[in-house]
């Protein structure tokens, strides 16, 4: 089947030709008028490739491939015209803080300002291939058997306890992402630097994002299908106060894998950019896991559709680990006991109260607390790669190295340069940012905090449930309308009184487990922690990942009253 091009001519209007490159323009109502033009054509670009990426994402096809690079190229070249010609105009100097704030975002390219069209083109072709060949990786046993990651891998790591079985699994993964990714990945991070230095600056595409100073079973619950879990969570934000979701959103979003096609399973909401569609893609399993999930992914949903009406430029959140927090804010209140019960998912007189309370903690924990070295990490090691720091012949080693000093985890085989397993991760081929998720495993307990506070919530924090508060809801709304039309502190202030991000409430929320977890490890001799240096083979990884808990909890305490700023 043919490929349809796409003419970047037709696609970028006459207006972003015409401006000469020695004039600076301080007329503020000029500036007006470009940018309305500006807005009415990039919404119709911008949902261009977002259709483009989502037929692709729910559809892996090498035809839908090249759609999707071809639609991205014209994009591309839509953002570096639009930022040449928002340069030249004084917005710097203007007096509406608004207009000075949309045209700064508007000049604020990434590596679409890259002036040659084929490396740009080949950049793009590396990202798309190194995501495919992680969507559509499959594990073939010894046995014979063949798993994807969803649902075989991931089910198979849920429910297994046979060690050969899972080191062949882990060891495989790798071998068929991870291995197949690297030469690709060694040229992104060349391309990608090109690209970045035309600007002028330093190589650290993700660092700009941020600066840094048991109580249920996997069992399917009764009566509960992928639907209901959906509306559940639906049902959770109209009993704040928000509106029901269109029919539209039903009909568009992709809930479950299908049969007949190769799908992107990794979970995500997509705003398409021109204020009516929103959809959600997941390969969707009735679970505990999921049902957190499916709250976390109609967060972003509902972060769009608040600011929706918003001019383009502000339609996003007031950093990225806003978004990625405010789902995890409102599933905090929905994983907790008192809610599980109200719906009928658990039965809150089963049982030792007591240590249903720290059964509870601790799987907590081990979700939020664990995964906050892991996300630091990750984009600390994508930085090192970046900036030069880390040689291409050292990504495995280097990456072992950051994992066990910060998790205290070793591999369960032998590991070597040829081996890629950072790879082996969505986020490092997709080259989607985690450092949000670290910042967003703390500011979701401060958002928690606030509205709890607002819900007139009394007792232990994590046993607050902000569920039908429509206080809380009015709280959330006022925060999220703002979008990204204000400085994240702003925001922040909207929503919790503070300018800050504070690990205060985090701890307050673990308080009691921290309390158990001491008075527990008085009777053992083992020191709590793990060595800076690990064994090429993992032999005490879990034990003392789990003794480590009380470790980061101290850590963290001692983080509380350190500023944590964010570069916009």
């Not at 985890?409 to 670290?438: C, W």
Request: aromatic share 12%.
């Amino acid at each position: 089947m043919s490929v349809p091009s796409c003419s970047m001519n037709v696609l970028i209007p006459v207006l972003f030709v015409t401006l000469a490159k020695s004039q600076k323009i301080a007329d503020e109502n000029e500036a007006r008028r470009w940018f309305n033009e500006y807005s009415e054509k990039a919404q119709s670009v911008f949902a261009e490739v977002t259709s483009a990426e989502w037929n692709y994402a729910t559809n892996i096809t090498d035809y839908n491939e090249q759609v999707t690079i071809n639609k991205t190229l014209v994009a591309a070249e839509f953002r570096r015209t639009a930022s040449e010609n928002a340069s030249r105009y004084e917005w710097e100097k203007f007096h509406n803080p608004v207009l000075r704030r949309m045209f700064s975002i508007i000049g604020n390219t990434d590596t679409s300002a890259m002036s040659n069209q084929t490396k740009y083109q080949r950049l793009k072709e590396l990202k798309m291939k190194m995501e495919s060949v992680y969507h559509t990786g499959q594990v073939c046993f010894s046995s014979g058997t063949c798993m994807s990651m969803s649902p075989g891998l991931v089910r198979l790591f849920a429910t297994s306890t046979e060690y050969d079985l899972l080191s062949e699994a882990w060891k495989v993964w790798r071998d068929v992402t991870g291995r197949v990714i690297k030469p690709m990945y060694t040229e992104f991070v060349q391309l990608s630097n090109e690209a970045i230095k035309e600007r002028g600056e330093l190589m650290k595409l993700h660092e700009s994002e941020f600066e840094l100073c048991g109580h249920t079973t996997e069992t399917p619950p009764w009566g509960y299908n992928v639907q209901k879990m959906f509306l559940k969570a639906e049902e959770f934000f109209t009993s704040l106060g928000f509106d029901k979701l269109k029919p539209s959103f039903w009909e568009d979003s992709m809930f479950q894998k299908p049969e007949n096609r190769k799908v992107s399973c990794s979970p995500s909401a997509w705003d398409f950019m021109n204020g009516r569609d929103f959809r959600i893609k997941m390969c969707t399993y009735v679970t505990m896991e999921d049902f957190t999930t499916v709250h976390h992914e109609m967060g972003h949903i509902y972060y769009f559709l608040q600011y929706s009406n918003l001019p383009l430029p502000f339609r996003n959140g007031a950093n990225p680990g806003f978004h990625e927090a405010l789902g995890d804010t409102i599933a905090l209140s929905a994983q907790s006991l008192s809610h599980l019960h109200n719906i009928g998912l658990v039965d809150k007189e089963q049982g030792d109260q007591g240590q249903s309370e720290i059964n509870f903690l601790m799987q907590m924990a081990l979700q939020k607390i664990a995964l906050l070295p892991y996300g630091l990490i990750l984009d600390k090691w994508r930085w090192e790669v970046f900036s030069g720091e880390t040689s291409t012949e050292n990504y495995n080693e280097r990456w072992w190295e950051l994992r066990c000093k910060y998790q205290g985890l070793s591999p369960p085989v032998l590991r070597s340069s040829e081996d890629f397993d950072p790879g082996a991760k969505f986020h490092i081929p997709g080259n989607v940012p985690y450092i949000r998720y670290f910042v967003s495993y703390i500011i979701q307990f401060q958002f928690h905090k606030a509205l709890c506070d607002a819900a007139g919530h009394v007792g232990p924090l994590h046993q607050c449930d902000i569920y039908r508060s429509v206080s809380s809801g009015n709280l959330l709304r006022n925060m999220m309308e703002l979008g990204a039309s204000r400085p994240w502190p702003d925001a922040m202030e909207k929503l919790t009184g503070q300018r800050d991000m504070d690990a205060t409430a985090l701890l307050d929320y673990f308080n009691p487990l921290a309390n158990w977890l001491r008075k527990e490890n008085e009777a053992y001799t083992e020191n709590t922690g793990w060595r800076d240096t690990c064994e090429s083979i993992a032999s005490r990884a879990s034990f003392e990942m789990i003794f480590g808990l009380i470790t980061i909890l101290h850590f963290l305490s001692r983080m509380t009253s350190r500023l944590f700023v964010m570069t916009l």
